[in-house]
């Protein structure tokens, strides 16, 4: 069983910048690999990044690219998410989430770490 505990999150003015963490605990993580999806209030949960924990492959959605930056540190069993240019748009609930296997759904989620920008 792996365990997810996201930090990081708060409150920033527009154009700042802030970094999401989340690790992974109960046992190190040896899956496909791990992502970043968020919520905002009254929307569905959309993906934002992914990276593959071998190798170190990375992919973002559109709304994120340019501006968010995925890595990992799996001495640490630890993924960030680093945000600039926030605009009040990226306002979510920030989840991370960890997958076993390429062709399966996320198995793992932590419990989620609030973002909010003001403009």
């Known amino acids: 069983q792996v365990q997810l505990v996201e930090s990081g999150g708060g409150l920033v003015q527009a154009g700042g910048s802030l970094r999401l963490s989340c690790a992974a605990s109960?046992?190190?993580?040896?899956?496909?690999?791990m992502g970043w999806f968020r919520q905002a209030p009254e929307k569905e949960r959309e993906f934002v990044a992914r990276?593959?924990?071998?190798?170190?492959?990375?992919y973002y959605s559109d709304s994120v690219k340019g501006r968010f930056t995925i890595s990992r540190d799996t001495a640490k069993n630890t993924v960030y998410l680093s945000m600039n240019s926030l605009k009040p748009e990226d306002t979510a609930v920030y989840y991370c989430?960890?997958?076993?296997?390429?062709?399966?759904?996320?198995?793992?989620w932590g419990q989620g770490t609030q973002v909010t920008v003001s403009s």
């Open positions: 989430a960890a997958k076993t296997y390429a062709s399966m759904p996320y198995d793992y």
């Open positions: 109960g046992r190190a993580f040896s899956g496909y690999g």
């Open positions: 990276i593959v924990w071998s190798g170190g492959s990375t």
